[in-house]
């Protein structure tokens, strides 16, 4: 496995272990691949402005009243270099998950291009025959590869959604392809989507009734974000989620199901945008207390 780097150096920058040694643990995994961005580039350097804004993150939380990392033993992997092919990076992400959850350790990962998860989600679909998958994205990723990329990004959840009976449930999308569309109508029984175009008249319960009682796998784009929040992305879109849209999805899905694995993808930084990193981080934050903290 990668080596751990010190816990000054590593996501949240903490001086020391603030969590007992009996608490449960996460790792947070950087795994920079950029292989198929097909508009702005700039994800390879995501991982690590992730982790350098997180220095900057409050630890106290509001919502739980508390400093949710004092709940739980935190690590963090020293970069690594995605290997090969896109098929072998995302076999390389796979052992790195997986050798995770045989340790009993919540993995989050942190990208690189949206491409990573159907690597990090691989181990979770042979442990949890009832998975779910919450997506957080501008684009729906149905597609069956993109500029005869198989593994695209653009392909992420098609990929995901490869291994039945996995069903989505995805949010903030406002983007699709005439070629998608044949595949959404084919498997509406998996795939439940929630547009941005509609977010004045969603209902939460609705949104999470399918991730009920079930294990669940969280990936977010940050291009779910809306433009005017996160410009430091591939593809930045208007119409899309702002902060408040996207807390009470999370907070509540970690209620009804147990969230066993998490992925935080598509940040583009740029020197001028630090901004966008610290959003980035604190999402991660947010994902972790949710996890630890929601059934506390």
């Not at 009682?213 to 929040?229: E, H, K, N, Q």
Request: glycine share 8%; aromatic share 8%.
């Amino acid at each position: 496995m990668t080596g751990l780097r010190p816990s000054i150096d590593g996501f949240l920058g903490l001086e020391e272990a603030v969590a007992p040694a009996t608490a449960p643990r996460a790792r947070i995994i950087p795994f920079g691949l950029e292989a198929s961005v097909s508009y702005g580039g700039g994800t390879a350097a995501g991982p690590e402005a992730m982790i350098a804004a997180s220095h900057e993150v409050e630890l106290f939380d509001e919502t739980y009243w508390c400093e949710p990392v004092t709940h739980f033993q935190l690590e963090t992997l020293e970069p690594i270099t995605p290997k090969g092919s896109i098929e072998q990076a995302l076999e390389q992400l796979a052992g790195l998950t997986g050798a995770a959850l045989e340790e009993g350790i919540f993995p989050m990962v942190f990208g690189g291009e949206h491409a990573i998860t159907p690597g990090a989600i691989r181990p979770y679909l042979a442990r949890y025959p009832d998975l779910a998958l919450l997506h957080f994205d501008a684009h729906a990723d149905l597609r069956d590869g993109y500029e005869g990329e198989h593994y695209s990004h653009a392909a992420a959840i098609r990929r995901c959604l490869d291994h039945e009976p996995l069903s989505v449930v995805s949010v903030g999308i406002r983007n699709i392809s005439a070629s998608e569309i044949p595949f959404l109508e084919a498997n509406r029984h998996r795939i439940h989507i929630h547009w941005a175009k509609d977010k004045a008249h969603w209902n939460l319960e609705e949104i999470i009734a399918p991730l009920k009682g079930r294990p669940i796998y969280l990936t977010f784009d940050v291009d779910g974000f809306d433009a005017s929040l996160m410009p430091a992305t591939g593809t930045p879109e208007p119409g899309g989620l702002f902060w408040d849209d996207v807390m009470p999805i999370i907070k509540r899905a970690a209620e009804v199901g147990e969230i066993v694995g998490a992925d935080v993808n598509e940040l583009a930084p740029r020197p001028e945008l630090h901004s966008c990193d610290f959003l980035a981080a604190k999402l991660a934050y947010k994902i972790l207390a949710a996890k630890f903290l929601a059934k506390a």
